[in-house]
């Protein structure tokens, strides 16, 4: 199916897992009104707003957002790959069973999962900040554009939500934390730096895998915990600032390297395994 001219969709196409076409097509604005199942891609290149007070979900080989989504305020399933061009905005819950490749910032007043690879194609904010403990951010791996250096991400589940990052993070320049209560990474490695800019009282910031940094490690001066459970490399002098609890290394053969020197004058108590080189 395809269109020009924009599409006011009030019936749905197919029925859960059901295609009801092959796929769909539609040039300008779209209002959707029911729930869209294709047995391959769905493409909208105008702005795609919810207008029915009522969960929608779109299900595809890969459903492309050119020109971005306003969710009315409802949850959003993506059944499939998401490709965006620009902002989605205004969803309550957003669920992505696929990769994404976002060339847009991404606003929630609820949870918001990713189960595949992200893709960054240009900076983006992913914004959770509803206020409650169910905002949290739950991701797999991150990459920037085809291992690229030029993208950052924002992270920002607000001060009830938390932030889950279970794959390799690659090919970032910058990796920022605004606002969580508590975030869980595996291995990060970015060209330059890592920051948290916020934490609730008693968060835990915490890496299972080897952090690599080639700028700096950039701490809010706030009670939150940090532990580092593996190797560390960063380039830049580090001044942990935190008023918490400070672990760096898990076990004696992890190699924790500061280069540009170690401040850690701050935290209530300091744990230390491994060789600082």
Do not use: C, H, W
């Not at 609820?110 to 409650?132: A, E, H, M, R, V």
């Not at 060209?191 to 910031?205: Q, R, S």
């Amino acid at each position: 199916i395809s269109g020009s001219g924009g599409l006011d969709l009030n019936a749905a196409i197919g029925s859960g897992a059901t295609a009801g076409a092959t796929s769909l097509a539609v040039t300008g604005a779209t209002a959707l009104g029911a729930d869209v199942t294709t047995s391959g891609a769905q493409t909208y290149t105008g702005l795609v707003t919810a207008d029915v007070a009522a969960k929608r979900t779109l299900t595809g080989s890969t459903i492309t957002l050119t020109g971005g989504l306003d969710g009315g305020a409802q949850a959003l399933d993506i059944a499939g790959d998401l490709i965006t061009g620009a902002a989605m905005t205004n969803i309550t819950v957003l669920d992505v069973s696929g990769t994404a490749r976002l060339g847009g910032s991404v606003t929630t007043a609820d949870s918001l999962t990713i189960d595949g690879t992200l893709t960054l194609t240009t900076n983006i904010t992913l914004d959770s900040t509803g206020n409650d403990a169910t905002d949290d951010i739950t991701l797999a791996a991150i990459s920037g554009t085809d291992g690229g250096a030029t993208e950052s991400l924002v992270l920002d589940a607000g001060a009830a939500g938390a932030i889950s990052v279970s794959g390799a993070v690659t090919g970032l320049e910058d990796l920022s934390l605004t606002l969580s209560d508590g975030a869980t990474f595996a291995a990060v490695t970015l060209n330059n730096d890592f920051t948290i800019t916020g934490a609730t009282t008693g968060a835990n910031i915490t890496f299972n895998g080897n952090l690599s940094l080639g700028g700096d490690f950039i701490t809010a001066a706030s009670n939150y915990n940090i532990a580092i459970n593996e190797d560390i490399t960063v380039a830049d002098q580090v001044t942990f600032t935190n008023t918490g609890l400070l672990v760096l290394g898990n076990g004696t053969d992890d190699i924790l390297t500061f280069t540009g020197g170690l401040v850690a004058t701050a935290p209530s108590a300091i744990t230390l395994n491994g060789k600082i080189i």
